[in-house]
């Protein structure tokens, strides 16, 4: 399977799940402050990769997509629910190439809007009930709550690390507020929602693949943010640095330099975004590049997704060969080649 | 049932869901900027009257206490998350005599700790798995999705009036949007829940006593809101106007005023917050209170509570009399009569 392959896979998987993401928004009443602009939001086109991964593994154990969709569906909407809750959060100007929405509305109606899309998303649970039946329904319910409070407690991570100015953030710790707030909800759960709806209940034999592959796709999505000049990536250039995260790269900068080096790190980075100097962030640009934390999370991306493509044969050895199972074994690679 | 018993009862209530509300936020990785807040302020005691109104309905059809907690508890928990989420668009600085969540950890953790107490609503409505199964637990279900879903449309109405600084909002439109925002979740679905919990299926019976209530409600708390003085109400007071917010009091005041005073009016609502100045705050009070619209807001506010404690009788005709049906018919009349 080429790039060119397992993009439009990707893509495949993304237009099936279209129709039941904006059938979820009701038409009849669209506020202008709330539906509208929460339909505009669904139609920028994230990449798909949760549902993507919801319902190919799915079909690699044998399952059917029709059984999947609300799922997978529902996966979408949780993730752009959050997007708009973090983008608020992390003060973002861009997303997916365009103004965020607290930008676009200000932030009153936009946390009003993130609200209804996460509430919409058991609305589109719901649509389980008649296939799946109550019981299982309610697994996959269980499952969201699980993936949705994991992911919010490591925003709480980050944003209490931002709050507090700490600049003693570990690598380890980096990587344990990861693992909650992108790899459950993003490829953990993914993967076990998939696997559920086949009929299979050994779940936690995907945690260490899925773990890993999120972890990679992070921590790339790290490096692009510091490596991309605006359009391309689709969010602010650099945007990491004006919000103050906390990232590998970071972390690795803070184990690494020299103390005076560290004292001025940290006093650019109590600032409020608001006071943040581009000139500011340039010279953190700069001494990231040079010190080689940016080169040391390329390095360890593309361990973790090396670690993640050894991972897929235990987690997936059951599963016969086949397209599917062909497009999740690309996953792995796929999380540290994309440049966007 | 004297008053006093009434508020006895209504305490009675809440003490009972009070173990199950706290048992809903983990304990064992309470996050500084997570669960320990969300705690804190879960134990600012409210005063409960959407648990009160649930039990009180499922014990007057002849069900079971026990079977009503779980989702009680949900109910209080639902209204706490909302109002963390409500304060921030609002830009409320007092809650309960307290300073909002947002004021004391910034925007970014407050939001992010109204998404954990949303989801973890759905975690305490799991509980009802056990003794309801998972049919009637999914109903349950449907119906908080509605009563929230309601909600948000009110609150997108009323931000979007902010926002677009409209000084013709009619009374009608402020009664359809409460209906929406205030009535629906705290006086209409409480009741529903609560005789579906007893075993009833019709459920639209409730509707007229609980919208009226409802109503009755939210008006006498646009009138506390600028009758009283800081601390017995536990909000800013005048905050309403600080906020812009268009009550029926300001609705009646846009159709009786004359148009210079309007121009006035829109003018100053047209600043943000920050820029309103208290000399224009009280000014706008003070005509307010001249015009008649307070005192006009409070006679409707008592005629929405007759109405309502004539529709109680046909609501809850099948149902015995006793302790909770009583309780059900002091609810109008607490309405207009509290004080905080």
Not at 89 to 95: G, N, P, Q, W
Not at 294 to 321: L, M
Request: charged share 25%; proline share 4%; glycine share 6%.
């Amino acid at each position: 399977m080429t790039d060119t392959d397992f993009q439009a896979q990707l893509t495949h998987y993304k237009n099936s799940i279209r129709p039941l993401l904006l059938e979820a928004v009701p038409e009849s009443e669209t506020s202008p402050y709330l539906y509208g602009p929460a339909r505009d939001f669904l139609d920028q086109h994230g990449k798909g990769l949760r549902p993507a991964l919801c319902i190919a593994t799915c079909k690699a154990f044998g399952g059917d997509e029709k059984a999947a969709l609300p799922t997978a569906a529902a996966l979408e909407l949780l993730h752009n629910a959050l997007l708009v809750h973090d983008d608020i959060e992390d003060e973002s100007l861009e997303r997916r190439g365009q103004p965020t929405l607290h930008v676009r509305y200000g932030v009153p109606i936009a946390v009003n809007i993130g609200d209804a899309m996460n509430a919409l998303v058991l609305r589109v649970l719901m649509k389980n009930l008649e296939r799946l039946g109550p019981s299982l329904s309610w697994q996959v319910v269980a499952e969201f709550n699980h993936l949705l409070l994991q992911s919010l407690e490591g925003q709480a991570m980050e944003l209490g690390w931002i709050r507090d100015n700490a600049c003693d953030v570990s690598e380890g710790d980096y990587l344990g507020m990861i693992l909650k707030k992108t790899c459950w909800y993003s490829f953990i759960h993914p993967c076990r929602l998939g696997a559920l709806l086949a009929g299979r209940r050994d779940l936690e034999r995907f945690h260490a693949f899925a773990y890993l592959a999120g972890a990679a796709f992070q921590i790339q999505d790290d490096v692009l943010n510091l490596n991309s000049r605006s359009g391309a990536y689709g969010k602010e250039s650099c945007g990491d640095l004006w919000e103050g995260k906390r990232t590998l790269i970071l972390a690795r900068a803070f184990e690494t330099m020299p103390s005076n080096e560290r004292v001025r790190f940290q006093r650019v980075l109590a600032q409020p975004r608001s006071r943040r100097l581009e000139r500011d962030v340039d010279w953190m640009r700069s001494v990231l590049e040079q010190n080689g934390s940016i080169r040391y999370a390329q390095q360890v991306a593309a361990e973790f997704a090396k670690a993640a493509r050894e991972e897929f044969d235990k987690a997936f050895e059951s599963a016969p060969d086949g397209p599917d199972k062909h497009f999740l074994r690309q996953f792995a690679d796929f999380m540290v080649e994309r440049m966007a």
